[in-house]
């Protein structure tokens, strides 16, 4: 299946988990990618794992929390693919903590990642999208934008406000051609959720010693599956971004093993 062929894709978040599962998702489609990621060693990483696809794949080092490194990267992304078709906010991270104990710096940190980042990222890239073919953009959201997820108020409210830009970004540009979706992923294992990524805009640490895990026993899988891998998320993401989800805009899709009802 080679829905990505002759489509150019920018992938941030793209050196460790659900980032880097669609960067090898999208090159085995036949896509040609620039993976972006804020850690070099992640990036390296993707390009190992990337194989016999390689040949089509481009990194780029860029911090999506500072306007500068976006303006620059996204620059730098579009010259190298000569032009933008889809694009995929994955870069995001997640920290823990008691709300009564979370730091100013830390709560806004979270938020100008997670949010800011993608926000940064879209308008330098919504340029090149316009003169793009089908062009697409995938953001990430979380169940924690709509479910109670406790210990993670900031990610929350990132993720939340991601939800509500993807809609309204989606109307905004309806009548220009370019699509505007976001994923929620629950329940997945990768950098983010276990605190190993490689990547410092993919990974958080775990909860807090201290906090009540009678309170996350509801968010076990309900298809008593077990965590499910990124790749589960990316093969959703490859598929809003393609010619199959030419007819999704303004949504977002809930990925998570049935964690919620």
Excluded at 61 to 80: H, K, L, N, W, Y
Excluded at 239 to 258: K, N, P, W
């Amino acid at each position: 299946m080679n829905r990505y062929e002759g489509r150019r894709a920018l992938i941030t978040g793209g050196g460790s988990g659900i980032g880097q599962a669609t960067v090898l998702r999208l090159l085995a489609e036949g896509g040609t990618v620039v993976a972006a990621d804020v850690s070099e060693q992640g990036l390296k990483d993707t390009v190992a794992k990337a194989g016999a696809h390689a040949d089509r794949l481009t990194t780029l080092v860029m911090d999506v929390a500072d306007e500068t490194s976006v303006r620059d990267g996204a620059a730098s992304a579009v010259a190298a693919l000569g032009g933008l078709d889809v694009l995929v906010n994955a870069a995001g991270i997640l920290r823990s903590s008691h709300t009564d104990r979370t730091t100013l710096d830390a709560f806004t940190r979270v938020l100008r990642v997670n949010l800011v980042g993608t926000f940064l990222v879209i308008r330098e890239c919504v340029p090149a999208l316009l003169a793009g073919r089908d062009a697409a953009v995938v953001n990430f959201s979380s169940t924690s934008a709509v479910f109670a997820h406790p210990y993670m108020a900031a990610y929350a409210a990132s993720k939340g406000g991601i939800q509500s830009m993807t809609h309204a970004l989606a109307a905004e540009y309806a009548g220009r051609g370019i699509r505007f979706t976001a994923v929620q992923p629950g329940s997945i294992s990768s950098g983010m959720t276990d605190g190993s990524g490689a990547s410092g805009q993919s990974a958080g640490p775990g909860l807090p010693e201290d906090a009540d895990m009678s309170l996350f026993l509801k968010l076990s899988p309900a298809l008593g599956q077990g965590f499910a891998g990124p790749e589960t998320v990316a093969s959703v993401v490859a598929m809003l971004a393609s010619e199959d989800g030419r007819f999704i805009t303004g949504t977002e899709v809930r990925v998570d093993g049935g964690t919620h009802f």
